[in-house]
């Protein structure tokens, strides 16, 4: 929904405004009033920067954010599938569940096409899944927290004995999900934090 608007001149009132004027850039606008969540950019069909940042001032000075790059081939298709459903077919909105990318190495790739709230799909299954199979420790960066699954499943691990240690952004330490870890006291800090990352026996990060 952010439509970034044209002034009077015309012209976009938002930093698109200096790409679209470029003559090798098109700006493909989702037209639904929808919400487009993601964050990623591939280069040369050949590399896939991937981020919990958005692109703007906030993200990338003041926020907490997390960032990888990955260049495996499978990897990269599955991004620029997402990259082409959107910006050449302008398939926007709710898509049909998908399997995981298999990868045949240490990566799993998911997409999001349908809310949990919903209908659960495999990718938030296997977030839960990875904190109930945890053994040793649990290590979660979270900016919004509201999902009561991920906070019941980090106490069941805390009661068993794993590890677990949180930080939540400060608008999110009053929500139900970090009240509960920090009444079955569990450690759970507040800041910036923008991240969207679990860290598991010290052996499996979840990001995204």
């Known amino acids: 929904d952010d439509a970034c608007p044209r002034g009077t001149d015309g012209v976009r009132t938002c930093g698109l405004a200096l790409l679209e004027a470029h003559g090798r850039v098109t700006i493909r606008q989702d037209a639904r009033s929808g919400l487009m969540h993601h964050k990623f950019l591939v280069a040369d069909d050949a590399r896939v920067w991937v981020a919990s940042a958005n692109f703007t001032r906030n993200s990338f000075c003041t926020d907490w954010n997390n960032a990888i790059v990955v260049d495996r081939t499978e990897i990269v298709a599955a991004y620029l599938a997402v990259f082409r459903r959107l910006f050449v077919d302008g398939q926007f909105g709710p898509q049909t569940p998908a399997d995981p990318?298999?990868?045949?190495?240490?990566?799993?790739?998911?997409?999001?096409?349908?809310?949990?709230?919903?209908?659960?799909?495999?990718?938030?299954?296997?977030?839960?899944?990875?904190?109930?199979?945890?053994?040793?420790?649990?290590?979660?960066?979270?900016?919004?927290?509201?999902?009561?699954?991920?906070?019941?499943?980090?106490?069941?691990?805390?009661?068993?004995?794993?590890?677990?240690?949180?930080?939540?952004?400060?608008?999110?330490?009053?929500?139900?999900?970090?009240?509960?870890?920090?009444?079955?006291?569990?450690?759970?800090?507040?800041?910036?934090?923008?991240?969207?990352?679990?860290?598991?026996?010290?052996?499996?990060?979840?990001t995204g």
Not at 142 to 161: D, F, K, Q
Request: proline share 8%.
């Open 101 to 206: 990318v298999p990868t045949g190495g240490a990566y799993t790739v998911y997409f999001s096409p349908e809310s949990p709230v919903s209908s659960p799909p495999l990718w938030f299954n296997e977030i839960v899944a990875s904190m109930e199979s945890a053994t040793t420790s649990i290590e979660i960066l979270l900016n919004a927290w509201t999902r009561p699954e991920m906070s019941a499943a980090a106490i069941a691990a805390h009661g068993r004995g794993v590890a677990v240690r949180a930080v939540v952004h400060d608008m999110y330490l009053d929500d139900a999900p970090a009240q509960a870890m920090l009444a079955a006291g569990i450690e759970v800090r507040a800041g910036p934090c923008h991240n969207k990352v679990m860290v598991v026996d010290d052996a499996l990060v979840v």
